[in-house]
């Protein structure tokens, strides 16, 4: 079957592999073929998934390529909101309090007359509104996974944190970190299922390990991007 790609991909032969798999790198997709199967087939497999393949690498990608922290929030430059760059817009207005909006990009609103405090005021708000948007984010992502093995938290809170992704308390409340709302979703899917995980075994065991697959299989995908990326992430707003 004749295919082209404009992704960029290469093929690994793994004799230890049992299923064709994709893996998304930031130069590119690895396809990663067990020994029988044939390259034809491997790569109509990718054809297959190339949606799936080019969503993840341009969140792979969008990410690594600004490593470097954001020293201001400031009109016209950019936001790695759900690990994609979305524009920032910063404005004063008459209101007495700073102001969040999304629409596609994020409209931060200051008092009149604040532009000394303007970083501290945005940052703020910011946060308050990434407070609540990841609750109800990471809410959604207990529904679907708490009842198969009867995982229930007892309360999510966003905090922020200046070296960990999460955290499950001696009663189950699970802590996030704010910055998880600047990753992909998956990522804050994985950090979730991985606190989920920790009502079970409170340790990083292999049957810790075995119940995260269970819930997410490719999680070695998101872990991989916290390594990368979340050292760079956890500086962005320093
Ligand atoms: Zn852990």
Known sequence: MPVSFSLPYRIRHSKRAKHLRLVARPEGIELVVPPAISE???????????????????EMRSMTARSQPLQRLENGSTLPFQGR??????????????????????????????????????????????KAWIREQAEAIVQRHANRFRLYPRQIRV??????????????DINLNWLLAFAPPSVLEYVVIHELCHIRH???????????????????AERQWLRRNGAALLRRFE
């Open 40 to 58: 034809d087939r491997a790569l109509a497999f990718l054809h297959q998934h190339r949606d799936w393949a080019e969503r993840k690498l341009s």
């Open 159 to 172: 905090k922020r944190m200046s070296s960990r992704w999460g955290s499950c308390g001696p009663r189950n």
């Open 202 to 220: 409170r340790n990083h065991s292999a049957d810790f390990w075995q119940l995260v697959a269970q819930h997410l299989p490719g999680y070695s």
């Open 85 to 130: 760059e979305v524009p920032l817009l910063v404005r004063e207005h008459a209101g007495r309090r700073p102001q969040v909006q999304y629409d596609g990009r994020f409209l931060v609103s200051v008092p009149a007359g604040s532009s000394g405090n303007l970083q501290r005021l945005a940052l703020s708000a910011l946060f308050d509104w990434a």
